[in-house]
């Protein structure tokens, strides 16, 4: 009887196989700048890493769904601008309504894809790529001045905030930042929907087959307006804590931002083609994703080097996608021709 | 209604704008059995179990009744609250989650809760893989098991919600004669629970074996239900296509004094071993056997496309090596594949692109440059000799039907003026009128002293359209017969 060494599940995940790539870069990075494995540079990665995870988040639950949303940049940089503007000319407000209202004008604008999608069931890309360039071509033409240099203060006094803070030798604060907190939450919620809820299954069934999803039975319309708005609140989301974060509101910077947050879900195991994806390899996505910036920057590179270094990563993290795929394939076969 | 019936039909018909898919056509199915839907490509059958599925509704009012129960209209929620489900050709299953999953999916969305539970979806699992005798690992993902244990997924989750009909829509098309005994014994374990199949196929006999009745359905009439007691092949073929049975008329109109091809021992790991045959100037050599015998592989390796590891191949009585293609090329032999859509044709360029796209070095014109009239004329010169029907050369081939596309590639590849014409399926996808016209090309073709190979998965084409037939099983040919000496019926048997 021949003797099969079967590898345990845990370790094909790409999720661990990120984590213990994490963790070798990380020590790697150490043994160069011994400043990086610290708790305060740790907390700070988290912190400026949390607007791309927001929005990852979303884009995570899109791509599973088999489809591709690039407007969400443009729906953020709209959300800011109409939530800033319209809470400074009423003169009222504070951080949570700032992030309540961006929420709901995220979601609305969302919405507007979930509704092209579906009723006239266009290709996503295309109409995102439309949608993107209207919202954001609206937003220009209709504000004379699009930068906004001065914001209430509850906005930085918001990222400020730290759960648990400690001071260090030279009196500076860290600890868990109010950002990151919010990314838990939003990541723990579309977590819970996505594994116990039939939305969830719907969105995966969705990526998986969707003829076959119609066939069974699932709510197509409800699913792709919930996805839709999802990506179109975490955006929203994403874009008051930017302007918490840097303190001024801007047309293009968050327009930029799109690439990376891509690249980061990708990096987090979830597939282009849709089907598969997880709360946590987005997360480590995002993370691996400023490490890397980060250590760039303190092992003194310059930043030309940014790009070319995460494309290396990326296409190293689809290639090993590709290679856990085929070994559970031939895994599969030996259960198979052992039965 | 009578007892006996759990389900029945009377006066179902249904139109596509304008065209007739099904006419007052009647069904009945007993509780239980495994009833059979037989009929030729575009005879209905489709749309009958949608109908039956109450995914499309009929055109006219008709009569329907399930269980005791009359519906003036049939919903698929009213379907499946009787239990009825059906299982389409593509599975309809979810690659990307687990067995569980897929096998609980329907209940799931039956019940209308919207909190999953993981107990409750294996629980469901496990009990539909228990009830039918099948062992599966309920976390593999779909997408990575074999077709024929995702049709076991298929099964589970059809008889989750499925107590009363589950109707299979040609559950054997791409599976090997292990599985489908595989597939039969789950068959014959639902009807043992007293749970109705209906089963659309073709292949006849797969309904011998399994079969309690029989419909027929033709151009979208029903031709009655017969007892599998009271019909053999013969009568099965007769209904079906309401032609009696076809003989031969190609009687051996060649020399066999110098074989133009000469096959010896030619093998391929896994694929084909010692295959053995000569293909004579002027003949047209049928090649048939069940899906998988490795006829396909086989004259790909001929054509140099899938060289073969072993053996020889003669030419003219020359030993001569093909390794790639250019050699099949240089010795003057063309192949026409299965697939035309996307091997054969570049369906967005024009058919006189098509057609001159092997042949453009010929073309040119001595400064190097191409010679557009020759192109053109050599192009409207093949259309033609052939017929294809079309208003001009200009034409993208995506526009033109099955059969005249077809023709496009054939005349691709007698634009070479090949000495040897291979054609996988010819005539997939094409009309019975084209068919015939096809095959008319063909014998001209051979009758100018080509030697032609044809691979065909039906029998009445071998046996009608051929010289010899070349019978193929697992790799090996196991039979060479004289097309004339055999009736399809029997050639059916020998290839079941």
Redesign the interface.
């Known amino acids: 009887m021949k003797k099969h060494y079967r590898i345990p599940k845990l370790f094909l995940r790409h999720e661990f196989i990120l984590a213990i790539i994490m963790i070798i870069f990380g020590l790697l990075v150490n043994s160069i700048n011994p400043v990086f494995l610290t708790a305060e540079n740790i907390f700070d990665i988290l912190k400026t890493s949390s607007i791309t995870g927001m929005m990852a988040l979303g884009v995570m639950v899109v791509m599973i769904s088999g489809g591709m949303d690039i407007s969400f940049t443009a729906i953020a940089t709209v959300s800011m601008q109409v939530t800033v503007r319209l809470l400074m000319m009423l003169d009222k407000g504070n951080i949570f309504v700032a992030f309540l209202l961006a929420a709901i004008v995220g979601a609305l604008l969302g919405c507007v894809n979930g509704f092209l999608v579906y009723r006239f069931k266009l290709p996503t890309l295309i109409v995102t790529l439309g949608t993107s360039n209207i919202f954001h071509g609206l937003l220009l033409s209709i504000l004379r001045v699009p930068h906004l240099y001065s914001v209430p203060t509850y906005y930085f006094e918001f990222s400020k905030m730290l759960l648990f803070p400690w001071v260090n030798q030279e009196g500076f604060h860290f600890g868990l930042s109010s950002l990151t907190v919010m990314l838990f939450a939003v990541a723990f919620v579309i977590w819970v929907i996505l594994?116990?809820?039939?939305?969830?299954?719907g969105i995966?069934?969705l990526?998986?087959?969707i003829?076959?999803?119609k066939?069974?039975?699932?709510n197509i319309m409800l699913i792709q307006f919930f996805i839709y708005s999802f990506i179109g609140l975490t955006a929203g989301l994403a874009s008051i804590e930017y302007v918490a974060l840097f303190r001024h509101v801007h047309p293009f910077n968050m327009m930029n931002m799109m690439m990376n947050v891509i690249a980061a879900v990708v990096l987090g195991g979830t597939s282009i083609s849709?089907?598969?994806g997880s709360v946590i390899g987005t997360l480590l996505g995002v993370w691996m994703l400023y490490m890397i910036t980060n250590s760039l920057i303190l092992m003194g590179i310059p930043s030309e080097w940014e790009p070319v270094v995460i494309g290396a990563i990326i296409i190293l993290s689809i290639g090993i996608n590709a290679y856990q795929k085929s070994v559970?394939?031939v895994e599969?076969k030996i259960?198979?021709t052992e039965? | 209604m009578t007892e006996e019936f759990c389900i029945e039909m009377k006066n179902i018909s249904k139109s596509y704008s304008g065209v007739e898919a099904l006419n007052d056509v009647d069904i009945s199915i007993r509780k239980g059995e495994v009833h059979c839907l037989i009929g030729e490509n575009g005879s209905g059958k489709s749309t009958l179990i949608k109908i039956i599925a109450g995914v499309v509704t009929p055109s006219r009012k008709a009569q329907i009744t399930i269980n005791n129960k009359l519906y003036n209209k049939l919903t698929?929620i009213d379907s499946m609250h009787q239990g009825i489900q059906i299982i389409?050709q593509?599975l309809?299953?979810?690659?990307?989650?687990t067995v569980a999953?897929n096998i609980a999916?329907?209940q799931?969305?039956?019940s209308k809760?919207?909190?999953?539970n993981k107990r409750r979806i294996k629980e469901i699992a496990t009990r539909a893989l228990e009830s039918i005798g099948i062992?599966l690992?309920l976390d593999?993902?779909v997408?990575?098991?074999?077709i024929a244990?995702q049709q076991c997924v298929a099964i589970c989750r059809a008889i989750t919600c499925g107590e009363l009909l589950i109707i299979m829509d040609e559950p054997t098309s791409s599976l090997g004669k292990k599985d489908i005994d595989y597939l039969f014994n789950i068959i014959k374990t639902l009807k043992s629970k007293g749970i109705a199949i209906l089963f659309v196929g073709h292949k006849l006999n797969e309904i011998s074996e399994i079969a309690d009745r029989v419909s027929i359905l033709k151009d979208g009439i029903s031709l009655g239900t017969y007892d599998i007691k009271e019909l053999n092949h013969k009568k099965m073929i007769e209904l079906m296509t309401g032609k009696t049975l076809t003989v031969s008329t190609y009687a051996r109109e060649y020399s066999t004094e110098k074989p133009i091809l000469e096959v010896r021992n030619l093998s391929k790991t896994s694929q084909f071993s010692d295959i053995n045959f000569t293909l004579y100037p002027g003949e047209i050599l049928g090649i048939t056997g069940l899906v998988g015998s490795g006829r396909t592989e086989l004259v790909s390796s001929i054509f140099g496309l899938n060289p073969a590891d072993s053996g020889e191949i003669l030419i003219d009585g020359v030993v001569t090596p093909i390794k790639k293609i250019r050699d099949a090329l240089k010795s003057g032999i063309c192949f026409v594949p299965e697939d035309r859509l996307s091997q054969g044709l570049f369906m967005n360029h024009t058919i006189e692109n098509n057609i001159t796209v092997t042949l453009l070095k010929a073309m040119l014109n001595k400064a190097g440059y191409l010679d557009i009239k020759k192109v053109r004329n050599v192009a409207s010169d093949w259309v033609k000799d052939l017929s294809i029907k079309t208003p001009s050369i200009d034409l993208p081939v995506k526009q033109l039907s099955g059969g005249n596309q077809q023709r496009v590639v054939i005349a691709k590849w007698l634009a070479r003026n090949p000495r040897i014409l291979i054609l996988d399926g010819p005539t997939i996808g094409v009309d019975v009128g084209a068919k015939e016209e096809i095959h008319r090309i063909i014998r001209e073709l051979a009758k100018q002293g080509l030697g032609i190979l044809f691979i065909s998965d039906e029998a009445s084409e071998v046996v009608k359209y051929s010289h010899r037939i070349l019978i193929m099983k697992e790799g090996r040919i196991v039979e060479v017969i004289n097309s004339a000496d055999i009736f399809e019926t029997d050639l059916l048997e020998k290839l079941g």
């Open positions: 594994r116990f809820t039939m939305i969830g299954r995966y069934a990526g998986g087959n003829e076959a999803a066939r069974a039975g699932f849709g089907g598969s559970r394939k599969v259960i198979e039965v | 698929p389409y593509d309809s299953l979810f690659p990307n989650m999953e999916i329907n799931l969305l039956e809760k919207q909190i999953t062992d690992r593999t993902l997408g990575d098991l074999p244990k």
